[in-house]
């Protein structure tokens, strides 16, 4: 018999197992579905099981959401895009929104991108809205696949809208692209690329570049910008799901142009379902975190092996005196490890 789960407080001694903690999520229960994200985040081994057998749980149910990656550096206005996208969606577009951030330097700053973020107000107390950072230790890999799972747990909720912020200046935005449907990158009038640390590659691999505070004084500059950008996109590499990145501007504070964000991502939506390329992405998604998780999990094997430890600063150092070829040295300790 499944507890009653609503009427529980869940404490260490009230463990709930992996069946109650999904019909908790189905049914809505806030405090499970928080329970349950920091569950799939802890290393303990106890709490990993549970969570492992969660997510199976919940796979059936989950995958049926748009998930929106949002990118762009510090202070581009992220949050508050965010807080007018998902206002809008929520009531004009009666979505659930799920809003989550990776930041994969926050264990410098002590705190996640969210974490000090107040001005997701009107989103944090929305009931169709839920709103939680990401964990912020561990590798990125880790930060990765309890991103990943904590989507899955999302959607088994009924959050139909996944928002994902990340700093479009590290290697989090590759992560991040390789977790959703449609990657969009905030950009600023006349700043310059390099001033905004933000990688050619990374607006290649856009969906789409909204230039965001078109507002005051900006407006004419902001025209200017997006101009600039489609020309440039002109010469970027035809996308294999012939999607054409779009560049608009916006203004997050005023609510301007944030209808013709979701536009943007309801043509792309209808594009590449209807030429099969949206379900094509995710499966190629999914092979690459299977590939990504398989050589983290390898590579840490390899590097916490007894012999590996014992033989590899001594050959490291022969490789860097050039008395043997890095080549020889690592078969030579790949045999170590497989002896
Ligand atoms: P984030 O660091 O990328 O999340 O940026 P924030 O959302 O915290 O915004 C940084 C600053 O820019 C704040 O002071 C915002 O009020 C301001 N801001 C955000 N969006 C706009 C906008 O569309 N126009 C103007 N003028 N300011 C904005």
Redesign the pocket.
């Known amino acids: 018999m499944v507890k009653n789960i609503n009427k529980i407080a869940i404490t260490p001694k009230n463990a709930l197992t992996a069946r109650e903690y999904l019909s908790g999520i189905k049914s809505g229960n806030r405090a499970i579905l928080s329970k349950s994200i920091t569950l799939i985040e802890s290393s303990n081994p106890k709490h990993q099981k549970i969570a492992e057998e969660l997510i199976e749980l919940c796979l059936p149910f989950s995958g049926k959401s748009v998930r929106i990656g949002i990118t ?10 965010i807080e007018a996208l998902g206002t809008f969606l929520i009531e004009d577009k009666n979505k659930k929104v799920a809003v989550l951030a990776i930041d994969p330097s926050s264990k410098k700053s002590g705190g996640s ?1 969210l974490g000090d ?1 107040t ?1 997701m107000n009107n989103l944090s107390i929305n009931d169709n809205a839920f709103i939680r950072p990401s964990p912020s230790s561990g590798t990125l890999g880790g930060v990765a696949k309890a991103t990943r799972e904590s989507i899955i747990l999302r959607e088994t909720a009924g959050f139909n809208t996944v928002l994902i912020e990340t700093v479009g200046v590290g290697q989090s935005e590759i992560e991040v692209k390789s977790m959703v449907d449609f990657f969009l990158l ?1 950009m600023l009038a006349g700043a310059g690329d390099e001033l905004q640390g933000i990688k050619r590659g990374i607006m290649e691999t856009a969906d789409g570049i909204f230039i ?2 078109a ?2 004084e ?1 407006i004419d500059k902001a025209k200017l910008a997006v101009q600039e950008y489609r020309n440039a996109i002109h010469l970027f590499p035809a996308n294999e799901n012939h999607w054409i990145p779009k560049v608009q501007s ?5 609510n301007k142009g944030i209808i013709n964000i979701w536009e943007v991502v309801e043509s792309f939506i209808n594009l590449t379902t209807s030429n099969g390329s949206f379900i094509k992405n995710r499966k190629q998604q999914a092979k690459f975190w299977l590939e990504h998780t398989i050589d983290s999990a390898v590579k840490s094997f390899f590097y916490s092996n007894d012999k590996i430890k014992q033989h590899i600063k001594e050959l490291e150092r022969q490789v860097m005196e050039e008395k043997i070829s890095p080549f020889k040295a690592a078969r030579k300790l790949l045999l170590l490890f497989k002896s």
Do not use: Y
Request: with cysteine; hydrophobic share 30%; glycine share 16%.
């Open positions: 762009g550096v510090p202070g581009v206005g992220k949050s508050t895009f991108i973020k001005r905030l965001n505070k507002d005051g900006n916006c203004s997050a504070i005023e």
